[in-house]
Structures are given as structure tokens and as C-alpha cells.
T-cell receptor, first 110, second 109 residues
Framework: DTAVSQTPKYLVTQMGNDKSIKCEQNLGHDTMYWYKQDSKKFLKIMFSYNNKELIINETVPNRFSPKSPDKAHLNLHINSLELGDSAVYFC?????????FGPGTRLTVT | TQLLEQSPQFLSIQEGENLTVYCNSSSVFSSLQWYRQEPGEGPVLLVTVVTGGEVKKLKRLTFQFGDARKDSSLHITAAQPGDTGLYLCAGGSQGNLIFGKGTKLSVKP
């Protein structure tokens, strides 16, 4: 009965590789998000989708490309991974003001 | 650029003590939310306040939204070890959420 799920939980990869993180929500929410949380626990929004349409795209390198096949899924693809991409990535969804977060994906780039 | 300043950054107290965490900004927000995050997990929504001056209570937690909708506070009464975690405030603006940097609370038994 998980509300917002992400896979994988941990991802260790080398610089230059391409990787994807998947997110699914079963709450029936219209809006989904990707956040990046750095080592100091600062949580910053990267993208926001509403009904499969991109509505927020913060200053994120274009190596990051979100894809929403339907309103229950929002995947994040990252090309040419860099050391600085190491962080915890959270997916979230919302219907109104409050957001519901997934468990996070810890990405480590070596 | 909208910013939310949280204070204190770290707080270590004994079980049974009271505490207040503050969240301040120079910007007006349409809503203010508080989240709690435990290690290895995602933030969990505690409360959303939308009206200036609004006060909400959740058991031993009291949340207040400032009259001007620029600041908020979280007060915990008789803290317990289970309250330990990272508390994040987040301001809502134009469908976006701006997060503070968090207050790491440790409650010792």
C-alpha cells in the first residue's frame, strides 16, 4: 500500500554513465516532483509535472531529463553522470498544498 | 529569490523539555508546511497552514503561521526521544515549495 515508491533505493555508478530512477504514486495525485537533497540535507526542487506536463524546471543541467508516461509515474534520467550529482533524490506527489515524498534514491557517483 | 531561514540549525535537549523551532522569510507565502524527516526516509508532512495567524495543534506539537504569512513556528511540549529527527519548513508559492535548511532535533532519554 506504498503511496509514493522509488526504485532503486541505492545507486552506485561511475562518472560518465547514464542512469534512471523510477517513481510511481498510487494516490491519484495530479502533480509530481523531483527533488535533490544534498549532503547538508538541503532539499531543492528540480522538476514539477502536472498531468504529464512539465510546469517547473529549475536551474538543472540538461543532463537531467524527466519523463512522465502517465500521471502516476515520473521517471528521472541522468546522462553523463558527474561527481557532483551524488545526492539523495526524492520523488513527491501532491493534490493540494501538502506533498507526499517517496523514500529517496541515494545516488553515489564514483 | 525566496528564502526560508530556519533556526536553530541543531537542537539537543533532554526528554520532557519544551522547544520551539522558527522559520522566517522576507517573502509572503500562500501556505506554510512542516515536515519531519528521519534518516534514510523521505520527509513526512506534519501540517499545512494557510491563513495568517493560524494555529494548529497535533498532539504535543503546536504550529503557528505568522499574521503576515512570512514566518512560522513549531513548538513541541514535553519532547520525547521519538520526536528526534530533521524538521523542515516549506513555503508554498506559485505551485512550488521552497524548503528551509532544517532543524536537526535530538531528544535524549
Amino acid at each position: 500500500d506504498t503511496a509514493v515508491s522509488q526504485t532503486p533505493k541505492y545507486l552506485v555508478t561511475q562518472m560518465g554513465n547514464d542512469k534512471s530512477i523510477k517513481c510511481e504514486q498510487n494516490l491519484g495525485h495530479d502533480t509530481m516532483y523531483w527533488y535533490k537533497q544534498d549532503s547538508k540535507k538541503f532539499l531543492k526542487i528540480m522538476f514539477s509535472y502536472n498531468n504529464k506536463e512539465l510546469i517547473i524546471n529549475e536551474t538543472v543541467p540538461n543532463r537531467f531529463s524527466p519523463k512522465s508516461p502517465d500521471k502516476a509515474h515520473l521517471n528521472l534520467h541522468i546522462n553523463s553522470l558527474e561527481l557532483g550529482d551524488s545526492a539523495v533524490y526524492f520523488c513527491a506527489s501532491s493534490l493540494g498544498a501538502g506533498q507526499y515524498f517517496g523514500p529517496g534514491t541515494r545516488l553515489t557517483v564514483t | 529569490t525566496q528564502l526560508l531561514e530556519q533556526s536553530p540549525q541543531f537542537l539537543s535537549i533532554q526528554e520532557g523539555e519544551n522547544l520551539t523551532v522558527y522559520c522566517n522569510s522576507s517573502s509572503v507565502f500562500s501556505s506554510l508546511q512542516w515536515y519531519r524527516q528521519e534518516p534514510g526516509e523521505g520527509p513526512v508532512l506534519l501540517v499545512t497552514v494557510v491563513t495568517g495567524g493560524e494555529v494548529k495543534k497535533l498532539k504535543r506539537l503546536t504550529f503557528q503561521f505568522g499574521d503576515a504569512r512570512k514566518d512560522s513556528s513549531l513548538h513541541i511540549t514535553a519532547a520525547q526521544p521519538g520526536d528526534t529527527g530533521l524538521y523542515l519548513c516549506a513555503g508554498g508559492s506559485q505551485g512550488n515549495l521552497i524548503f528551509g535548511k532544517g532543524t536537526k532535533l535530538s531528544v535524549k532519554p
